[in-house]
């Protein structure tokens, strides 16, 4: 048996050396192809994952009793990286973290109401639909507020440092400014997705949004 099965293997071998001048391309296709294949979407408890990153959006939701709480890890991530400003004489403070899905739809209606559900779609998300549900984001300010939850946050000496080391902690700007086609949502200087220190310097290099970047729409 064993002799057949070495047999069987040098034939096989030969064929591949054959076909190797046929196949020079070969390889390259297939890497392209397992490229597009890369991000894996699963579901679990009617919760979408991104190779393993939690995905909620203006497309993709969050079951309404999914009530986590603030992730563990990220909240200390924010904490060092507050913390850590302050040796740069920032200072970043922290503003709001989990949101549960029945307070989302109280600032909801209440936003719906002031504005009309159009402007109101902008800047915040309907029930089932906020990052803030996940436990994994938070929104950051200055202490003295003046700029807090404004797009001029950005300008800020706050805004600057988080957009220039938010991700050594793990943390993106989810909604950056320009990408409000892609996101949905409007220029968000203040509010950080925790991500892991990996993909946040992934998506800081390349200047991208976890929608372009996992190929999915929002
Ligand atoms: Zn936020």
Request: with cysteine; proline share 3%; charged share 30%.
């Given at each position: 048996m064993?002799?057949?099965f070495?047999?069987a293997s040098?034939?096989?071998?030969?064929?591949?050396?054959?076909g190797t001048?046929?196949e020079?391309?070969?390889p390259?296709?297939?890497?392209v192809?397992?490229?597009?294949?890369?991000?894996k979407v699963?579901?679990?408890?009617?919760?979408?994952?991104?190779?393993?990153?939690?995905?909620v959006?203006?497309?993709?939701?969050?079951?309404?009793?999914?009530?986590?709480?603030?992730?563990?890890e990220?909240?200390?991530q924010?904490?060092?990286?507050?913390?850590?400003?302050?040796?740069?004489?920032?200072n970043?403070?922290f503003?709001s973290?989990?949101?549960?899905?029945?307070?989302?739809?109280?600032?909801?209606?209440?936003?719906?109401?002031?504005?009309g559900?159009?402007?109101?779609d902008?800047?915040s998300?309907?029930?089932?639909?906020?990052?803030?549900?996940?436990g994994?984001?938070?929104d950051?300010?200055?202490v003295?507020?003046?700029?807090?939850?404004k797009?001029?946050?950005?300008?800020?000496?706050?805004?600057q440092?988080?957009?220039?080391?938010?991700?050594?902690?793990?943390?993106i700007?989810?909604?950056?400014?320009?990408?409000?086609?892609?996101?949905g949502?409007?220029?968000?200087?203040?509010h950080?997705?925790?991500?892991g220190?990996?993909?946040?310097?992934?998506?800081?290099n390349?200047?991208?949004?976890?929608?372009?970047?996992?190929?999915?729409?929002?």
């Amino acid at each position: 048996m064993k002799k057949l099965f070495l047999a069987a293997s040098i034939a096989s071998l030969m064929l591949s050396a054959c076909g190797t001048h046929d196949e020079t391309d070969e390889p390259n296709k297939q890497q392209v192809a397992e490229k597009k294949e890369q991000h894996k979407v699963t579901r679990k408890d009617g919760v979408t994952y991104v190779d393993g990153h939690l995905l909620v959006n203006k497309k993709v939701s969050l079951p309404s009793d999914y009530a986590p709480g603030e992730n563990a890890e990220a909240r200390k991530q924010l904490d060092r990286m507050i913390q850590e400003s302050r040796q740069d004489d920032v200072n970043l403070v922290f503003r709001s973290g989990f949101r549960s899905y029945e307070t989302q739809q109280q600032l909801y209606r209440s936003y719906v109401s002031r504005d009309g559900e159009a402007a109101a779609d902008k800047y915040s998300a309907k029930p089932g639909h906020s990052e803030h549900q996940s436990g994994l984001a938070f929104d950051v300010g200055s202490v003295d507020a003046s700029d807090d939850f404004k797009t001029s946050f950005v300008k800020t000496p706050e805004g600057q440092w988080v957009k220039d080391h938010a991700h050594k902690y793990g943390f993106i700007i989810r909604y950056p400014e320009g990408k409000e086609a892609i996101t949905g949502y409007q220029y968000e200087p203040w509010h950080l997705r925790y991500v892991g220190k990996e993909l946040a310097q992934t998506i800081h290099n390349e200047e991208t949004t976890l929608e372009e970047y996992f190929e999915v729409g929002q």
